[in-house]
């Protein structure tokens, strides 16, 4: 089974500008997790998405957003770019069911560097 | 609520000795734990988790953790380190009743092994 997949695998973006970044989870699972990673805060959850729901939302501000497709790939989105949300951005998929329910694999991330 | 300390930001050892890193938690629920390993500009693996049933849990690469109820605590071993251990080790939480993909990271453990 092929992994999870992220792309692009690193961007450079301005202030003020957006960004849409995508993950493809591995054959069958359902839920995708985003996360940022960045040296000053760690691993912060930003939100699942199941059956194209989104599930869990961690505490970030709107300029944050995802969607997940009926594929189970998923995007999300950043608005208004801040110099802070340089960071890493992970993305795990689980399958949600059966004995493995909650084990999560991740993708490579995107770098994203805001200038 | 749940939430995870990692002590010990950086743990340097010897190859050879043994590696102990420290977890502790805390969840309103009963609690499924993860220890994941990160090496340098890649994702998260998946070393080892506790779901339910036996609290002594064997992973990968000769690591073992162990799940202590009464201490709140899954700390990580591995009897004799080997160089390519060295990496950055994040524990994990996520609840046990249906929280779907959100864990929750302590910040993480830089292990490095000297020669």
């Known amino acids: 089974k092929a992994g999870v997949t992220q792309t692009p695998r690193y961007l450079i973006k301005t202030r003020g500008q957006q960004v849409t970044l995508s993950c493809s989870p591995i054959?069958?699972?359902?839920?995708v997790s985003w996360y940022q990673q960045t040296p000053g805060q760690g691993l912060q959850f930003l939100f699942e998405?199941?059956?194209?729901?989104?599930?869990n939302k961690g505490n970030f501000p709107g300029r944050f957003s995802g969607r997940q497709f009926s594929n189970s790939r998923s995007e999300m989105n950043v608005s208004t770019l801040e110099l802070g949300d340089s960071a890493l951005y992970l993305c795990?998929?689980?399958?949600?069911?059966?004995?493995?329910?909650?084990?999560?694999?991740f993708g490579p991330g995107t770098r994203l560097t805001v200038l | 609520a749940q939430s995870v300390t990692q002590l010990g930001s950086h743990v340097s050892v010897s190859e050879g000795a043994l590696v102990l890193l420290r977890c502790n938690y805390s969840?309103?629920?009963?609690?499924?734990l993860f220890w994941y390993v990160q090496y340098p500009n890649q994702g998260l693996q998946l070393l080892l988790k506790?779901?339910?049933?036996?609290?002594l849990v064997k992973g990968i690469n000769g690591f073992e953790a162990e799940f202590k109820k009464s201490e709140t605590s899954f700390h990580l071993t591995k009897p004799s380190a080997h160089m390519s251990d060295a990496a950055e080790y994040f524990c994990?939480?996520?609840?046990?009743?249906?929280?779907?993909?959100?864990?929750?990271f302590g910040q993480g453990t830089e292990l490095s092994v000297k020669p």
């Open positions: 998405y199941f059956s194209e729901t989104q599930r």
């Open positions: 506790y779901t339910t049933g036996a609290t």
């Open positions: 969840s309103s629920v009963p609690p499924y």
């Open positions: 054959s069958g699972h359902r839920s």
């Open positions: 795990a998929s689980s399958s949600q069911t059966g004995v493995n329910h909650n084990e999560q694999f």
């Open positions: 994990a939480v996520t609840g046990a009743y249906n929280q779907g993909g959100k864990l929750i």
